[in-house]
């Protein structure tokens, strides 16, 4: 009885050191980083107190658009990775703070002979036992806790990196429909200038039989049937790969994408709550993921601090041991308790340089969590002044599409009638065929700009609050 005494009070004193030695942790607390914002933005924005509400669905009215975007969601496998990571973050977590607590294993073993500690016996000896050692190192200088801090902040950078991979995946899809819309309208375009200039060919070629006009304007005829008919193939390649690249994105095999609207029938989103700039570092998943990588790595500062100061260690046997196994149960009782402690003397400064290493490592990692931010703020005013810009570019070659069209069919009519040479008509059909390509690329660089600019204020979050199903029309 005396024995257990003993060991129930030398365990409680393990609680009691225990609690007096971790009251500290060694290192630098982390704050978070003060950044220079804008006071607004350069171009001027719809006024609104947050981005919150900022919605892929709200801004691109396209059914369609709604289900690529969940199938991407479902079925893209780096989202997959980035989730599978915040999983192994997660159980990073837990194995790094089991270290903090004491450690309690199993033992057994028997043993018989005439041999032991490195002389023969002219006895054989047996014995056998059964113990439960504990050890725990005392986080004394806090090394553990630090290191489950920077555990749990690299999970929650990893969950903001999933968003991250999240947003620019909505982005990519969105824009790459886009390009294909884009892409299949200027094949559409083609395949129409190309019809309407082998009519104007056959004609020609009629006119050329009778010796009405010269051989050269069959000549200039055939070039630019040739060259609407080069741009088919062009486009062609470019609707293929872009559907390959799309399919990528959404998690299947290269192939074909359904595509229901043109380019041109595709809704204008409307004006877009920016929000104020300083709601930008908390929007945008990248900054927030940069902070807390900052985060994990300032708390490894002081868990290299820790190693270069002394290490206690407790430990604790209880068990049952004896040479006869029948009575190894009623009087075989046996127990210890000890503690040790482990201090570097002379490691040639390599203690002195991890520290230094982590250090270097965090204002590296400060420097990045500066860059993304800086980078964050262009972006926005890139995509700011690509819409308004644009808006004003797309109107001014809407117009000279227009002009141009009518200029063609004039010059048509002036040649029909031998005011004008042909070559008056071949420069309004070069004019019309780039200006109505240039239109339907302007088209789709303008919803692109919408999209540059809803993935650069960090809107559009799916959260499984708010699955993207749900909240599609």
Known sequence: MDTHKIICNGFKRFVLVAVLF??????????????????????????????????????????????????????????????????????????????????????????????????RSTDTNASVYLAAPLTWEVDFWGKYRRSTEAARAELVASDYGLKTIQLSLIAGVVSTYYQILDYRQRLDISVSTLASRSRSLEIIQQRFGEGIIAEIDVNQAQIQKEIAAAAIPLYERAIAQTENRLSILLGQLPGAIETTRALSAQPLPPDIPVGMPST????????????????????????????RLPAVSLTGTLGVANTEIGTITSKGEAWSIGGQLLAPILDFGKNKRRVEIEEEKTRQALFQYQSTVLTAFREVEDALVAIRTYRQELAATQRQQRAAKNANALSKERYNRGVSSYLEVLDTERTLFSAELQLSELQQLYLGAYVNLYKALGGGWITPDAPVHDSAP
């Not at 033992?107 to 500690?117: E, K, R, T």
């Open 280 to 307: 930008l570092l908390d929007r945008r998943p990248d900054i927030v993921q940069a902070k807390y990588q900052l985060k994990a790595q300032t708390e490894r500062i002081g868990v290299a601090q820790a190693l």
């Open 22 to 119: 971790a009251g500290c942790a060694v290192g630098p607390d982390f704050t978070d980083p003060v950044v220079r914002v804008p006071d607004a933005y350069r171009t001027p924005v719809m006024p609104a107190d947050t981005a919150a509400d900022l919605n892929w669905w709200e801004l691109f009215d396209d059914p369609l658009l709604y289900r690529l975007v969940a199938t991407a969601l479902e079925n893209n496998r780096d989202l997959q990775i980035a989730a599978s990571r915040i999983e192994q973050a997660r159980a990073t977590v837990g194995f790094t703070r089991a270290d903090q607590y004491p450690q309690l294993d199993g033992q057994a073993g028997a043993s018989i002979g005439n041999f032991s500690g490195g002389s």
